[in-house]
């Protein structure tokens, strides 16, 4: 217990450094709300994110809410936490052998609760309010300023669309989950021998300097309405993060979630060492039903993932729902005939897993390409992912449990890359803004589909080297202070008895 209680203390310590610079600053009025961009800054193509604040001597009009947009941004973040708490934890549940299948389920369900907390105490603020280039700031620590007491109404965040707004709150929410699903995908590369409080403590640290300010580096900006004017855009852009600034396309999280979650996943892997027995025992799943049902539940909350990050109820939502239709059952298809080709048989751990590459690959994707480029990028992961967890896992040598890497990885790689491909117009995409303070889209003869696919892969490799160094620094803190690894004993004995005192199935 003590050592539980260290590792959820480093999480709360990390809020030292932001409660004092709180208590130094007077509370802000109008602060900007500031959400995900999906396109390049103005200079090579912007996208959308959230409202600017109004300046305080000329207040402008109080938005409404649009309803129907607020809606289904509710119903959006409840489906990511369903593929979360439940699918992602059956998922991987049913892939371990039955003494670790509950410390699985713990690791997922408890993980994603505790990033939940920290998120709402400081990981919005650090990833979405205005700071540097790859932090924000402290203006939404404890989440400070969400109801505005002089208006006596909840502060707005922008949409897509200069104009339309939804309430903060329920975008920090959806928010929420996106930061609590990547922490808790990265457990599948490191499970059924990993200490339960250093699980935790990693967390922190990683979601602390990995996740949040990568979220900033892809997506924050300061929104479509404070492109007010050709003589304000190069200061606007200047204040985004890195990786916008640059160009970068992400729709719903290739790089942010995926590529971000498995370079730890990875790296914990080698850090924490192979399984007892691993290459020489019997680890087969416990039960594929219950993998195929996790499986089942990814894909339908991942609508919510995908189609939910337009933040709006529009034509992009709809693009960005069946592209991740259509990309998933491409992918399921693929991976079962690479296995019947290579195997003479098709499996049901393959069509899963398939289906998890084809997610994967197109979030990044699902808004930024056409429908044919979908079902293309579906089609690749699936051989891209069977190849990750076959031959490349050979490769590496790492004891990746549950293919983290392999499928998570690549496909989230492939994805990222090939979206730089099918977002031309010239190809069916939809192509993205070239100048916020007019809304006009890139013509298909000003899309430059080399120069995109370098700026996606500029973005793929920042974000391995942040996650690599951030992951190997946290496992080696957490080494020194908890250690990483449960005992032999414990390990043959299975987590859910060592770790949890209690079994899955009653014999």
């Known amino acids: 217990m003590k050592k539980l209680l260290l590792s959820l203390a480093l999480g709360l310590g990390l809020l030292g450094a932001g409660s004092f610079a709180l208590a130094q600053t007077a509370a802000p009025t109008a602060v900007a709300s500031e959400a995900k961009a999906e396109a390049p800054p103005a200079a090579a193509a912007p996208a959308a994110a959230v409202a600017a604040a109004p300046a305080a001597d000329a207040p402008a009009p109080v938005a409404v809410p649009n309803k129907g947009d607020t809606a289904w941004m509710m119903v959006a973040t409840l489906l990511v936490v369903l593929m979360t708490v439940p699918g992602l934890a059956l998922f991987y549940g049913g892939l371990v052998r039955s003494k670790n299948m509950l410390s699985v389920l713990m690791q997922v369900m408890v993980t994603f609760s505790m990033i939940v907390v920290l998120w709402f ?15 924000g700031g402290w203006d939404r620590l404890f989440m400070k300023g969400v109801w505005d ?20 709150i329920v975008f920090a929410a959806f928010q929420a989950t996106f930061a609590g ?36 580096m892809v997506w924050f900006w300061m929104g479509p309405d404070a492109y007010t004017g050709k003589e304000v855009v190069e200061a606007m852009n200047a204040k985004a993060g890195y990786l916008w600034q640059s160009g970068a396309l992400d729709f719903a999280g ?51 993932f995908n189609a939910g990050s337009a933040l709006e109820a529009n034509g992009f939502a709809a693009l960005a729902f069946i592209n991740t239709f259509g990309a998933t059952a491409a992918a399921v298809l693929a991976w079962c005939v690479g296995e019947t080709l ?47 967890v076959n031959g490349l896992k050979k490769l590496l040598g790492a004891d990746d449990t549950l293919d983290v890497f392999g499928v998570h990885g690549v496909c989230g790689i492939l994805g990222a890359i ?9 190809l069916g995409g939809p192509g993205y803004v070239a100048d916020w303070t007019t809304a006009t889209m890139v013509t298909a003869a000003d899309y430059s589909i080399a120069a995109q696919v370098w700026i996606q892969t500029k973005a793929v490799l920042t974000t391995v080297v942040w996650s690599g160094v951030v992951s190997i620094v946290a496992f080696k803190l957490v080494d020194m202070v908890i250690g990483l690894r449960v005992s032999e004993e414990d390990e043959r004995e299975g987590l859910d008895i060592s770790s949890h005192g209690e079994t899955a199935y009653n014999r």
């Open 121 to 135: 105490i400081y990981g919005y603020s650090l990833a979405f309010t205005e700071g540097g280039p790859f932090f």
């Open 342 to 388: 290579m195997r003479g048989k098709a499996s049901m751990l393959g069509a899963a897993s398939g289906a998890v590459a084809g997610l994967v690959a197109i979030t990044p994707a699902c808004g930024n390409v056409g429908i044919g480029g979908a079902l293309v990028i579906g089609f690749l992961s699936g051989f891209a992912g069977l190849w990750g």
């Open 254 to 304: 290739g790089t942010v979630v995926h590529i971000n979650a498995a370079v730890a996943g990875l790296v914990g892997a080698y850090m924490v060492g192979k399984r007892i027995g691993y290459g020489k025992e019997s680890m087969a799943p416990h039960s594929l039903t219950l993998t195929m049902v996790g499986a089942s539940l990814l894909w339908v909350g991942w609508f919510g």
């Open 418 to 426: 090939l979206t730089g491909v099918f977002n031309s117009p010239a």
């Open 181 to 216: 699903i990547t922490c808790a995908l990265i457990v599948g590369a490191f499970a059924e021998r990993m200490k339960f409080s250093a699980v935790l403590a990693f967390m922190v640290l990683w979601f602390t300097f990995s996740y949040a300010p990568i979220a900033h």
């Open 149 to 168: 007491n002089a208006a006596g109404t909840f502060a707005n965040a922008a949409t897509f669309s200069k104009g339309v707004v939804i309430p903060e």
